[in-house]
Nanobody, 124 residues
Framework: QMQLVESGGGLVQAGGSLRLSCLASGRTFRSYGMGWFRQAPGKERDFVAAINWSGTSTSYADSVKGRFTISRDNAKNTVSLQMNVLKPEDTAVYYC?????????????????WGQGTQVTVSS
């Protein structure tokens, strides 16, 4: 089992920034590709960003390219999502997830472990 705990969500005005963090425990963190997904009310959980096990390869949804940056620190068992130039349409619950694939994986079904999520609200 791997436990994932997200933090850093909150309320921010459009154009602002937030940094989400996810702390992993219970498994060898460096063996897993990591990803961030988000789910807005009434919508499916969508891919946002992913990073491979070593942090050398990343992938982003088109909607966040150039604004969001995913990174990881294997020494601290953390993965982060820096979100800049936030828009109201970024409002959602953001989930951290881990996949046994070396990554970066964009498919939700490839992820084995999920956090509880953190709310991000962007006001206009």
């Amino acid at each position: 089992q791997m436990q994932l705990v997200e933090s850093g969500g909150g309320l921010v005005q459009a154009g602002g920034s937030l940094r989400l963090s996810c702390l992993a425990s219970g498994r060898t963190f460096r063996s897993y590709g990591m990803g961030w997904f988000r789910q807005a009310p009434g919508k499916e959980r969508d891919f946002v960003a992913a990073i491979n096990w070593s942090g050398t390869s990343t992938s982003y949804a088109d909607s966040v390219k150039g604004r969001f940056t995913i990174s990881r620190d294997n020494a601290k068992n953390t993965v982060s999502l820096q979100m800049n130039v936030l828009k109201p349409e970024d409002t959602a619950v953001y989930y951290c997830a881990a996949t046994p694939r070396s990554g970066p994986s964009t498919g939700r079904s490839s992820y084995q472990y999920w956090g509880q999520g953190t709310q991000v609200t962007v006001s206009s």
